[in-house]
């Protein structure tokens, strides 16, 4: 029991860091003027090739993830004027966490935590740390810290033979 609690799995926060960090890349890089939403998509299918396996139905995480984020972007779009980053960060990072909190929450423990470090991720890497690497690498290794911790701590200890639909 020890040795779980001690163990940090290395791999899979780093898969986590790169998936995040590529899809900010390559969503920041395509067509300027959709690149923020793009950019949510693109983050949300590179987390599902990471979430293989350790979800089931993971194809729901694309889904959740495009969806918040383009809300989360149109909310910011409509209502915030320029300058106002920390509050992009915050409205995207919330919203980008409570489409993915509702894949998480059935089917791990504690899952609420997400939408907070999800919101701290967004907002360090939209405001504090921002740039065209860093923007994902703050997010991902934030969010890749919850995720680790919560595939931990599983609803149940197997997933259904249906999880890799």
């Known amino acids: 029991m020890l040795s779980k609690i001690l163990s940090f799995d290395w ?16 969503g920041s890089l395509i ?8 950019t949510g998509a693109l983050v949300g299918v590179f987390q599902w090739l990471v979430l293989q396996g350790r979800l089931a139905h993971p194809w729901r995480w694309i889904v959740a993830t495009s969806a918040a984020w383009v809300i989360g972007y149109l909310i910011t779009l409509l209502t915030l004027p320029n300058g106002f980053e920390f509050l992009q960060g915050m409205i995207i990072g ?6 993915q909190w509702t894949i998480l929450r059935r089917e791990f423990h504690w899952a609420g935590w997400w939408m907070v470090f ?24 934030l969010t890749g810290l919850c995720l680790e911790i ?3 701590n599983p609803k149940s200890e197997t997933l259904p033979a249906s999880s890799s639909l």
């Open 11 to 26: 791999a899979l926060w780093f898969f986590w860091i790169m998936a995040t960090t590529w899809g900010w890349l390559i």
């Open 31 to 38: 067509l300027p003027g959709v690149t923020m939403i793009l």
């Open 94 to 99: 919330v919203t980008t966490g409570i489409g």
């Open 118 to 141: 999800s919101t701290i991720g967004w907002i360090t890497g939209l405001t504090l740390l921002p740039g065209v690497l860093l923007t994902g690498t703050m997010a991902g290794a």
């Open 150 to 152: 919560l595939l931990r």
